[in-house]
């Protein structure tokens, strides 16, 4: 055993070298060694806001200017800021295993610029407006300036209708395509030998619609859950594995022994 990586870090080894399709969970953990802050941990906080206060449809109706100052602050704070490793190994775990799925709660376009597809952003994307009047959803590449926004003046769409970040805010559901493509692929998993399926969740609190329930699915699927997180959460209990470590550090530790593990495996069938 390699001395650096120690008995709980080869099991998630293990488990990851087993498993054949795996499904990542991950939050605003991830980017925290990219420097994009987390929301409910210290720095956590907007102007002294909560984010349950901006992030809310009746926030932005009473008050789309403060809102929209909160967004394009985190758009104009993205332009300053890399992925890190834990993004680079998620995606590099896309083009290792031929079922994978990376659920991700961030906004920031991280993961797209680690270079991951196999992606599903559930609370939407920091860099897409979205037209309240007509539905559309733009991609931008530069922040709303705060300028303008200081004076008061909201971005519209070229027909006047007010826009707004296409992210999912407190009280509003998740995008039924996002779902059914989670379940079809959590599903799926049935019909494969038991213990081929394992859960990852990443830097996420859990606090949010208790994580959607996917931990439990997994489970109750017969799959194996492992969480990397520094702090708590109350997934930690129910676990199989519970990793304190921040989550660039020790998945740039673990996956190149997952991957050499794996080719020692494939060496060793292959002799004869
Ligand atoms: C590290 C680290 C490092 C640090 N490495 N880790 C059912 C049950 C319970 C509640 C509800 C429910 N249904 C509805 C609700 C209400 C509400 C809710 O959950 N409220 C509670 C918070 C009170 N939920 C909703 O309204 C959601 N809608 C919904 O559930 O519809 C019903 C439905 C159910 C099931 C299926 C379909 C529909 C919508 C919630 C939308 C949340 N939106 C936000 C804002 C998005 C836009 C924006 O970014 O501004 O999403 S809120 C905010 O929280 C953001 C995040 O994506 C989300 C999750 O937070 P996350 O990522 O976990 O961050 P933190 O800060 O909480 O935690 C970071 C973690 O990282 C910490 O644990 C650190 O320790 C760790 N960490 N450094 C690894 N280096």
Redesign the pocket.
């Known amino acids: 055993m390699n001395p650096q990586i120690n008995s709980e870090e080869q099991q998630l080894i293990d488990l990851m070298d087993s498993a054949r399709r795996v499904f990542v969970f991950c ?4 980017s ?2 990219s420097g994009v802050p ?4 210290m720095g ?1 906080l907007w102007e002294g806001h909560r ?2 206060d901006v ?1 809310t449809p009746e926030a932005f109706q009473r008050d789309p200017v403060t809102v929209w100052r909160f ?1 394009a602050a ?1 758009q104009a704070g993205l332009m300053g800021v890399l992925p890190n490793p ?1 993004h680079q190994v998620l995606a590099a775990m896309e083009r290792h295993y031929p079922a994978f799925l990376l659920v991700s ?3 920031d376009n991280l993961h797209e610029r680690a270079g991951s597809h196999r992606l599903v952003k559930l ?2 994307s ?1 860099m897409e407006t979205r037209c309240t009047a007509h539905g559309t959803v733009t991609t931008i590449d530069a922040p709303v300036p705060l300028p303008t926004l200081e004076r008061g003046e909201l971005p519209r769409c070229p027909e006047g209708g007010l826009l707004r ?1 296409n ?8 995008d039924p395509d996002h ?1 059914a493509r989670i379940e079809q692929f959590l599903q799926a998993a049935e019909r494969e030998p038991p213990g081929s399926l394992l859960l990852l969740s ?9 994580g ?2 996917f931990l439990e699915l997994v489970t109750a699927l017969g799959g194996h859950t492992v969480e ?4 708590p ?1 109350p997934f930690s209990k129910v676990v199989d594995l519970a990793l304190r ?4 550090e020790l998945l740039e530790r673990v996956w190149p022994q997952v991957v050499q593990q794996r080719l020692q495996c494939v060496v060793a069938q292959k002799e004869p």
Not at 27 to 30: L, S
Not at 202 to 210: K, M
Not at 228 to 231: A, I, L
């Open positions: 939050g605003a953990g991830v925290a060694e987390t929301f409910r941990g956590g984010v349950e992030a967004y985190r834990a709660q961030n906004v609370h939407g920091l970040p992210v999912v805010w407190f009280g509003e559901w998740l779902l990443i830097g996420t609190s859990g606090q949010v619609s208790g959607y329930g990397v997180n520094p702090e959460t470590s921040p989550a660039g």
